[in-house]
């Protein structure tokens, strides 16, 4: 069954500390993966793309890695500012036999960054 | 339009009453989900559509919850006999499902309050 999930479920972390989030999946074939960020009483968007090639990639203080080997990927915030408080999501994107793309979600990271 | 849009924003409605909830996606944009998040809770699936495919409920959590796509472009979402545990927000995505690496939108939500 293709599965996306997340941990921790919440963080707390004081503003200028650096945290990782983590996200294991099972979806199959794989195509790509996303982290969105959902602030509050806002909808997730997208922070970055990893496809199966890329192990790392980088979005100013936001950091993703992907071992596709082990299905594991990685978001990491360096000096998180109170801005970064925000669910953080993962997205896996896996083909299916018909040629299309469906997307599974996983259930978010809650941040909560404290001055 | 735009981007994918949803109304109404904010809904609050007496318990037992019957609410519809409605996502216009992106234009072109075959795919479609519904999502639901609990307060202090993550993304929880409810349902998928996919062009003219059966849908997947699969993430239903009660047959007071239906959903349709009409035309393959707008979604209505019902929720029948509202009970205080169906207060969360809904979110709904779009996206294309032939192009490999696009992302999926999401629209702002809308907060559902069953007093």
């Known amino acids: 069954k293709n599965q996306v999930e997340q941990s921790p479920q919440s963080l707390i972390i004081l503003e200028g500390k650096n945290c990782t989030l983590q996200?294991?999946?099972?979806?199959?074939?794989?195509?790509?993966l996303r982290w969105y960020k959902q602030d509050t009483g806002r909808g997730p968007v997208s922070l970055t793309i990893?496809?199966?090639?890329?192990n790392t990639k980088s979005n100013g203080r936001y950091t993703a890695t992907l071992d596709a080997d082990t299905k594991q990927s990685s978001l990491h915030i360096t000096a998180s500012q109170l801005s970064d408080s925000a669910s953080y999501i993962c997205v896996v994107s896996g083909s299916t036999t018909s040629g299309t793309y469906k997307y599974i979600f996983g259930t978010g990271t809650r941040l909560k960054v404290l001055a | 339009g735009a981007g994918v849009s949803q109304s109404p924003s904010n809904k609050v409605t007496e318990k037992g009453k019957d609410v519809e909830l409605r996502c216009d996606p992106i234009?072109?944009?075959?795919?479609l989900y519904w999502y639901r998040q609990s307060l202090g809770q993550g993304l929880e699936f409810l349902i998928y559509f996919q062009g003219n495919s059966a849908p997947d409920k699969s993430g239903l959590p009660s047959d007071r919850f239906s959903a349709e796509r009409t035309g393959g472009s707008v979604s209505t979402l019902t929720i029948q006999r509202t009970q205080q545990e169906d207060s969360a927000v809904y979110l709904c995505a779009s996206s294309l499902v032939r192009v490999a690496n696009t992302e999926a939108f999401f629209g702002q939500g809308t907060r559902l309050t069953v007093v």
């Open positions: 996200c294991n999946y099972t979806v199959s074939p794989f195509s790509n």
């Open positions: 234009s072109g944009h075959t795919a």
């Open positions: 990893m496809t199966f090639s890329e």
